[in-house]
Protein backbone atom coordinates (compact mmCIF):
# COMPACT_ATOMS: atom_id res chain seq x y z
CA UNK A 1 0.00 0.00 0.00
CA UNK A 2 2.17 2.45 -1.24
CA UNK A 3 0.47 5.94 -0.79
CA UNK A 4 3.26 8.10 -1.59
CA UNK A 5 5.37 6.54 -4.67
CA UNK A 6 9.10 8.39 -5.14
CA UNK A 7 9.60 6.35 -8.65
CA UNK A 8 13.20 7.12 -8.92
CA UNK A 9 15.80 5.81 -6.41
CA UNK A 10 18.38 7.60 -7.25
CA UNK A 11 19.56 10.57 -9.27
CA UNK A 12 22.68 11.80 -10.37
CA UNK A 13 23.19 15.90 -11.22
CA UNK A 14 25.80 17.69 -12.12
CA UNK A 15 27.09 20.91 -9.34
CA UNK A 16 25.19 24.32 -10.50
CA UNK A 17 22.25 22.64 -12.53
CA UNK A 18 19.07 22.06 -11.24
CA UNK A 19 17.80 19.05 -9.44
CA UNK A 20 14.01 18.08 -9.71
CA UNK A 21 12.77 15.21 -7.04
CA UNK A 22 9.48 13.66 -7.75
CA UNK A 23 7.07 12.52 -5.39
CA UNK A 24 3.11 10.95 -6.39
CA UNK A 25 0.77 10.18 -3.54
CA UNK A 26 -2.44 8.32 -3.81
CA UNK A 27 -5.01 9.64 -0.99
CA UNK A 28 -6.51 13.12 -1.44
CA UNK A 29 -7.04 13.26 1.75
CA UNK A 30 -3.67 14.31 2.27
CA UNK A 31 -3.31 18.13 3.21
CA UNK A 32 -0.14 18.49 3.72
CA UNK A 33 3.37 17.90 2.36
CA UNK A 34 6.99 17.92 3.97
CA UNK A 35 10.67 17.13 1.83
CA UNK A 36 13.05 16.00 4.56
CA UNK A 37 16.87 15.44 3.52
CA UNK A 38 18.44 12.43 5.25
CA UNK A 39 21.90 11.59 5.57
CA UNK A 40 23.37 8.13 6.63
CA UNK A 41 23.00 7.41 10.21
CA UNK A 42 21.56 10.79 11.26
CA UNK A 43 17.50 11.24 11.30
CA UNK A 44 15.26 13.08 8.81
CA UNK A 45 15.99 16.96 8.56
CA UNK A 46 13.09 19.00 7.38
CA UNK A 47 13.47 21.34 4.60
CA UNK A 48 10.34 22.47 2.60
CA UNK A 49 6.69 22.04 2.94
CA UNK A 50 3.59 23.08 0.97
CA UNK A 51 -0.05 23.02 1.93
CA UNK A 52 -2.47 21.57 0.10
CA UNK A 53 -4.46 25.05 -0.61
CA UNK A 54 -1.24 26.21 -2.10
CA UNK A 55 0.85 25.44 -4.99
CA UNK A 56 4.00 26.44 -4.89
CA UNK A 57 6.44 27.72 -1.76
CA UNK A 58 9.72 29.16 -2.01
CA UNK A 59 12.73 28.94 0.57
CA UNK A 60 16.06 29.69 -0.85
CA UNK A 61 17.49 27.24 -3.04
CA UNK A 62 14.59 24.94 -2.80
CA UNK A 63 11.24 24.99 -4.29
CA UNK A 64 8.63 23.23 -3.91
CA UNK A 65 5.34 22.60 -6.71
CA UNK A 66 2.01 20.80 -5.66
CA UNK A 67 -0.46 19.90 -8.42
CA UNK A 68 -3.16 18.40 -6.81
CA UNK A 69 -5.51 17.39 -9.69
CA UNK A 70 -2.11 15.37 -10.84
CA UNK A 71 -1.36 14.40 -7.28
CA UNK A 72 2.41 15.00 -7.86
CA UNK A 73 5.04 17.36 -6.11
CA UNK A 74 8.16 17.96 -6.99
CA UNK A 75 11.03 19.55 -5.00
CA UNK A 76 13.61 21.94 -7.16
CA UNK A 77 17.36 22.44 -5.84
CA UNK A 78 18.82 25.47 -7.80
CA UNK A 79 21.74 25.53 -7.79
CA UNK A 80 22.72 22.01 -6.88
CA UNK A 81 25.68 21.79 -4.17
CA UNK A 82 28.04 18.64 -3.28
CA UNK A 83 26.49 19.34 0.43
CA UNK A 84 22.91 18.30 -0.93
CA UNK A 85 24.15 15.06 -1.87
CA UNK A 86 22.00 12.70 0.21
CA UNK A 87 18.32 10.72 0.45
CA UNK A 88 15.76 12.99 0.31
CA UNK A 89 12.57 11.83 1.51
CA UNK A 90 8.78 12.80 0.62
CA UNK A 91 5.69 12.85 3.07
CA UNK A 92 2.52 13.68 3.64
CA UNK A 93 -0.30 14.10 6.64
CA UNK A 94 -3.81 13.48 6.67
CA UNK A 95 -5.47 15.69 9.24
CA UNK A 96 -7.77 14.05 11.25
CA UNK A 97 -9.00 16.40 13.41
CA UNK A 98 -7.95 15.09 16.86
CA UNK A 99 -4.41 14.99 18.14
CA UNK A 100 -1.17 14.06 16.38
CA UNK A 101 -0.94 12.94 12.76
CA UNK A 102 1.53 10.81 11.67
CA UNK A 103 3.05 11.33 8.21
CA UNK A 104 3.20 8.55 5.30
CA UNK A 105 6.41 8.44 3.96
CA UNK A 106 7.93 7.36 0.22
CA UNK A 107 10.81 5.41 -0.09
CA UNK A 108 13.18 8.35 -0.73
CA UNK A 109 15.33 9.23 -3.66
CA UNK A 110 19.25 9.01 -3.48
CA UNK A 111 20.63 12.35 -5.00
CA UNK A 112 24.32 12.26 -6.11
CA UNK A 113 26.06 15.87 -6.80
CA UNK A 114 28.69 15.53 -9.46
CA UNK A 115 31.56 17.88 -9.01
CA UNK B 1 18.87 25.51 17.36
CA UNK B 2 16.23 23.70 19.79
CA UNK B 3 16.75 19.49 18.55
CA UNK B 4 15.08 16.51 19.50
CA UNK B 5 17.54 14.17 21.36
CA UNK B 6 17.60 10.10 21.67
CA UNK B 7 19.87 7.65 23.57
CA UNK B 8 20.72 5.58 22.61
CA UNK B 9 22.35 5.94 19.72
CA UNK B 10 22.39 2.03 19.14
CA UNK B 11 21.26 -0.93 21.36
CA UNK B 12 21.62 -4.35 21.00
CA UNK B 13 19.50 -6.92 22.91
CA UNK B 14 18.65 -10.50 22.77
CA UNK B 15 15.25 -11.94 21.44
CA UNK B 16 12.99 -11.78 24.18
CA UNK B 17 14.20 -8.80 26.10
CA UNK B 18 12.77 -5.53 26.71
CA UNK B 19 13.83 -2.27 25.81
CA UNK B 20 13.10 1.12 26.37
CA UNK B 21 13.87 4.27 24.14
CA UNK B 22 14.60 7.02 24.95
CA UNK B 23 13.79 10.73 23.47
CA UNK B 24 13.35 14.49 24.95
CA UNK B 25 11.71 16.27 22.43
CA UNK B 26 12.10 20.02 21.56
CA UNK B 27 10.92 21.76 24.75
CA UNK B 28 8.07 23.61 24.13
CA UNK B 29 6.23 20.66 21.74
CA UNK B 30 3.23 19.31 22.25
CA UNK B 31 2.74 16.55 19.98
CA UNK B 32 4.94 13.05 20.22
CA UNK B 33 5.95 10.45 17.27
CA UNK B 34 7.82 7.35 17.36
CA UNK B 35 8.92 6.03 13.93
CA UNK B 36 11.19 3.21 12.59
CA UNK B 37 13.02 2.28 9.32
CA UNK B 38 14.01 -0.88 8.77
CA UNK B 39 17.19 -0.91 6.63
CA UNK B 40 16.54 -0.53 3.30
CA UNK B 41 13.15 0.11 3.96
CA UNK B 42 11.11 3.87 4.07
CA UNK B 43 9.81 5.45 7.40
CA UNK B 44 7.28 4.02 8.52
CA UNK B 45 4.72 5.37 11.38
CA UNK B 46 4.65 4.01 14.81
CA UNK B 47 1.85 6.00 17.08
CA UNK B 48 1.58 9.72 17.74
CA UNK B 49 0.96 10.80 21.17
CA UNK B 50 -0.52 14.07 22.14
CA UNK B 51 -1.96 15.42 25.78
CA UNK B 52 -0.72 12.19 27.26
CA UNK B 53 -2.33 9.81 25.39
CA UNK B 54 -2.13 7.73 22.06
CA UNK B 55 -3.67 9.91 19.11
CA UNK B 56 -3.13 7.32 15.97
CA UNK B 57 -1.25 4.32 15.68
CA UNK B 58 -0.66 2.19 12.93
CA UNK B 59 -0.50 -1.68 12.86
CA UNK B 60 2.80 -2.33 13.61
CA UNK B 61 1.88 -1.07 17.00
CA UNK B 62 1.01 -3.70 18.04
CA UNK B 63 0.88 -4.79 22.03
CA UNK B 64 4.13 -5.62 22.49
CA UNK B 65 4.95 -1.68 22.20
CA UNK B 66 3.95 1.21 24.72
CA UNK B 67 4.32 4.87 24.83
CA UNK B 68 4.97 6.95 28.09
CA UNK B 69 5.55 10.48 28.71
CA UNK B 70 6.95 9.91 32.27
CA UNK B 71 7.86 12.89 33.15
CA UNK B 72 7.82 16.63 31.39
CA UNK B 73 10.93 16.12 29.16
CA UNK B 74 11.25 12.36 28.40
CA UNK B 75 9.27 10.16 25.56
CA UNK B 76 9.88 6.87 25.74
CA UNK B 77 8.97 3.96 23.76
CA UNK B 78 8.83 -0.05 25.41
CA UNK B 79 9.30 -2.68 23.30
CA UNK B 80 8.40 -5.16 25.64
CA UNK B 81 9.51 -8.78 24.00
CA UNK B 82 11.68 -7.70 21.63
CA UNK B 83 11.75 -10.44 17.95
CA UNK B 84 14.21 -10.25 15.46
CA UNK B 85 11.86 -8.52 12.71
CA UNK B 86 12.10 -5.33 15.60
CA UNK B 87 15.34 -4.45 14.49
CA UNK B 88 15.20 -0.70 12.56
CA UNK B 89 15.89 2.60 13.27
CA UNK B 90 13.60 3.99 15.53
CA UNK B 91 13.19 7.75 15.36
CA UNK B 92 11.15 10.27 17.83
CA UNK B 93 9.95 13.03 16.27
CA UNK B 94 8.26 16.28 17.87
CA UNK B 95 6.04 19.17 16.52
CA UNK B 96 4.65 22.43 17.72
CA UNK B 97 1.17 23.64 17.91
CA UNK B 98 0.49 23.89 14.43
CA UNK B 99 1.91 19.94 13.99
CA UNK B 100 2.42 20.71 10.79
CA UNK B 101 6.25 20.04 10.69
CA UNK B 102 7.56 16.93 12.63
CA UNK B 103 11.15 17.67 13.73
CA UNK B 104 13.08 14.16 14.29
CA UNK B 105 15.48 12.98 16.56
CA UNK B 106 19.08 11.30 15.12
CA UNK B 107 17.40 7.93 15.79
CA UNK B 108 18.22 4.67 18.45
CA UNK B 109 19.74 1.46 15.86
CA UNK B 110 18.19 -1.45 17.44
CA UNK B 111 19.95 -4.89 16.56
CA UNK B 112 18.07 -7.87 18.00
CA UNK B 113 19.92 -11.07 18.67
Known amino acids: DQQVKQNSPSLSVQEGRISILNCDYT??????FLWYKKYPAEGPTFLIS?????DKNEDGRFTVFLNKSAKHLSLHIVPSQPGDSAVYFC??????????????FGKGTHLIIQP | EPEVTQTPSHQVTQMGQEVILRCVPI?????FYWYRQILGQKVEFLVS????????KSEIFDDQFSVERPDGSNFTLKIRSTKLEDSAMYFC???????????FGPGTRLTVL
Open chain 2, 27 to 31: SNHLY
Open chain 2, 93 to 103: ASSGEGRKTQY
Open chain 1, 91 to 104: AARMYSGGGADGLT
Open chain 1, 27 to 32: NSMFDY
Open chain 2, 49 to 56: FYNNEISE
Open chain 1, 50 to 54: ISSIK
